[in-house]
């Protein structure tokens, strides 16, 4: 239909196909497939991405010969080149068949057209270092020290735009959000302040949270701790909307979030019993085992119910309402990143000098987790007569398509999050069918495993790409139809607007499937083009954070708690383990010419009350052979020569005869490499 007077704002995302001097003006095609002329003029400016720290990046040189005298002319000149990668933000005028764009701001990301800032070996790792800091400096006054009192008098869940405290409230779950989001900062960057603050978080989520059965082999984690002027009480129940006077199991799935990623730095025993308890507490009151348990009631279609009722503890109890015998994705898929991966990686191969024969039982009963779950997921959430993944199931696994808010909708970033852990799964597969200690039917089966993951993984990839991201402006949608009555390939639940986790999910989706399949380009484009999106828009560069949520065209939503910056459903969790994996899987899957620039460190600090003689220092599910031990120092002290395994693709290092630092800790720094592919 024509528009009369229709002016509006409109960014733009794509690659520079023309360049007219005389008019000025130079072209974008978008991945939508349309090419924008986008006129400049004397308002026009030329803006270089820049990080958190603001710092000036613009270094595209001066073009040869002398300037015109015309600014405007030099200036296009000068910044836009065929094949550059640009994102415009301009003003689109419509009236009647007259159609004109004008851009207003063109943001580069390199001062060569086939460069990235954000591919730089420091930018995830500043943009980390910034954000950890000002959560530290807003919730505990510029200290650099801490302790477990620290936390119990100022840690707060509830903070609006300027890191302020709204609530006296503290969620146990956006605690150990936090405490991931900690060590994930000190795994990367060896600060001991994030190793300080996340030891002070475990202490007083262990101390402040932990319910545990009257035989110790049970750990329960309250919701949350409420202040007011009677007192501090305890919360067992969770107090969020969806989920009301039950006990999710996501709730306690990100219990373990903090927990798991600190045991990896330290190897403290005392959190890895506690994560035990808790994967014990899964396994015997949440877990519906195949065909095991259908006498006391449950299903025996495999899986996690979703929910308890705190009175009867159980999943089918009609106190749970809607909730009651179901089971969805968070129940189901949202053990992979928080806790399991980065369980598995501490405890595979099983360390030296622990009691193994426990840990082997653990390891096996992790395992069994990521089996069953990853295998679910395959299996019962693609959906052959829809773009989208079906998200909440009976305890048959039919779909559920009118519950509450969701109805017959998608979020997008779940389907690129399944994408993500998929992935992330098949590269765990092909590594155990290397492994001789399996039989060969067993090998076969892992191989034939991580095909099917990646396939999926896949599939749910290149169709976000068509309808769950936005082909012209770039960035991630939020809630869609899963099936569109408008005729049209996507319709919108609400709004058109972007969540700043989405985007995490979309840019690790895609860095990750560039990684899985090496010599196709399309999954790095979008990945670039979901990276340039989110530092564009997200990073609150005046104070050091993140929105919540962007319109379509990347102005932040700072209404209502959309302008939060901690919450029930943001913490230092996402945009910190978007720091963290898009770091490690930038230097490991995207080829850079220096080779210097596909190396990477990781920093152990093992606690005292350790008896462990090893520790497994890959960082992530990786394809075998990809990632080779470079160096490793011990206190400062270099140990290569000495500790670096002889195998291929083995990462455990000994840890034995090395003398403790003063405190009684040991520094484990290890350098990795890519291998070439």
């Known amino acids: 239909m024509a528009l009369n007077s229709c002016y509006q704002d409109l960014t733009v995302t794509g690659s520079v196909v023309g360049i007219d001097l005389d008019k000025p003006s130079f072209s974008v095609k978008a991945r939508s497939g349309d090419v924008f002329e986008a006129i400049v003029g004397p308002t026009t400016w030329y803006q270089m991405l820049s990080n958190l720290d603001q710092l000036e990046r613009d270094r595209v040189p001066e073009p040869e010969g002398e300037k015109s005298g015309d600014g405007v002319r030099d200036d296009l000149k000068r910044y836009m080149q065929v094949n550059r990668t640009v994102t415009v933000n301009g003003v689109i005028y419509k009236d009647d068949e ?17 460069t990235y800032v954000y591919e730089e070996t420091h930018w ?56 991931y989001g900690l060590s994930s900062a000190y795994l990367l960057t060896g600060q001991n302040r994030y190793y300080l603050a996340a030891k002070a978080g475990v202490a007083y989520q262990r101390q402040a949270f932990r319910s545990l059965s009257h035989d110790g082999r049970h750990c329960f ?14 919360i067992i129940p969770s107090q969020n909307g969806d989920d009301h006077d039950t006990i999710p199991l996501y709730e306690q799935i990100y219990a373990l979030a ?25 396994q015997d009151f949440y877990w519906d085992p195949e065909s095991e348990r259908k006498d006391a009631g449950f299903a025996g279609t495999g899986g996690y119910y979703s929910h308890l009722d705190f009175a009867t503890m159980r999943p089918d109890s009609p106190g749970l309402g809607d909730n009651r015998s179901q089971k969805n994705w968070n129940s189901v898929g949202d053990h992979i990143p928080a806790y ?59 779909p559920i398509q009118d519950w509450r808010w969701q109805q017959n909708r998608a979020v997008v970033g779940h389907d690129l999050k399944i994408a993500w852990n998929l992935t992330r799964c098949a590269f765990y597969c092909q590594k155990r069918a290397q492994d001789r200690d399996y039989s060969a039917e067993e090998r076969s089966r892992l191989r034939k495993q991580a095909d099917t993951f990646l396939a999926f993984a896949q599939r749910l ?23 569109p009555t408008n005729d049209m390939p996507t319709q919108f639940a609400y709004g058109c607007t972007k969540d700043f986790w989405q985007q995490e999910q979309g840019i690790l989706a895609y860095l990750i499937l560039h990684g899985a399949t090496v010599n196709d380009r399309k999954y790095l484009e979008l990945a670039r083009e979901c990276i340039g999106f989110w530092n564009l828009f ?23 708690g ?61 394809p075998p052979d990809l990632l080779e031990i470079r160096k490793i120092t011990f206190n400062g002290i270099d140990y290569t020569d000495d500790r670096k395994p002889a195998a291929r693709n083995h990462y455990q290092i000994r840890i034995d005869d090395v003398p403790r630092g003063s405190d009684g800790t040991l520094e484990v720094v290890v350098e990795f490499r890519r291998r070439d592919r």
């Not at 007259?98 to 060569?112: I, K, M, T």
């Not at 798991?260 to 507490?281: P, S």
């Not at 295998?375 to 829809?386: G, K, L, M, N, T």
């Not at 104070?543 to 932040?556: C, D, H, K, M």
Request: include cysteine; aromatic fraction near 12%; hydrophobic fraction near 35%.
């Open 258 to 282: 903090g927990l798991a990623q600190y045991y990896r730095i330290t190897l403290d025993w005392e959190v890895l019993e506690d994560i035990q308890r808790t994967v014990n507490t899964f």
């Open 562 to 622: 959309y302008a939060h910056k901690g919450g029930h459903s943001i913490s230092g969790y996402h945009a910190f383990e978007l720091n963290f994996l898009a770091h490690l899987y930038t230097r490991a899957f995207v080829t850079t010419d220096n080779e210097a620039d596909n190396n990477f460190c990781v920093y152990f600090k093992v606690t005292n009350n350790s008896d462990q003689e090893s520790i497994n220092v890959l960082p992530d599910f990786f």
């Open 461 to 483: 990839g290149d169709r976000m790409a068509e309808v769950g991201l936005d082909k012209v402006r770039g960035g991630v949608f939020d809630l869609v139809e899963r099936q």
């Open 340 to 398: 399991l991966i980065n369980l598995i990686l501490a405890l595979d191969p099983i360390p030296r000098g622990a009691a193994k024969l426990e840990l082997g039982k653990f390891l096996e009963t992790c395992q069994g987790i990521l089996d069953e779950t990853s295998r679910i997921i395959a299996e019962h959430f693609e959906d052959p007569d829809s773009d989208f993944v079906n998200e909440r199931f009976t305890d048959q696994w039919e």
């Open 124 to 179: 995830w790792l500043s943009q980390l270092s910034l954000m950890s800091d000002r959560w530290l400096d807003l919730l505990f006054e510029h200290r650099r020290s801490y302790a477990i009192d620290d936390f119990s008098h100022f840690y707060r869940t509830s903070l609006n735009i300027t890191g302020q405290p709204l609530s006296e409230d503290q969620e146990c779950a956006t605690l150990s959000r936090l405490i």
């Open 538 to 560: 997200f990073l609150d560069r005046g104070r050091q954070g993140v929105y919540f949520r962007t319109t379509a065209n990347g102005l932040p939503v700072i209404e209502g």
């Open 98 to 114: 007259r159609q004109r764009y004008e851009a207003r701001a063109v943001h580069l990301f390199g001062s060569e057209p086939d």
């Open 221 to 234: 984690w309250a919701y949350g701790r409420r202040r007011d002027a009677a007192g501090e009480r305890l």
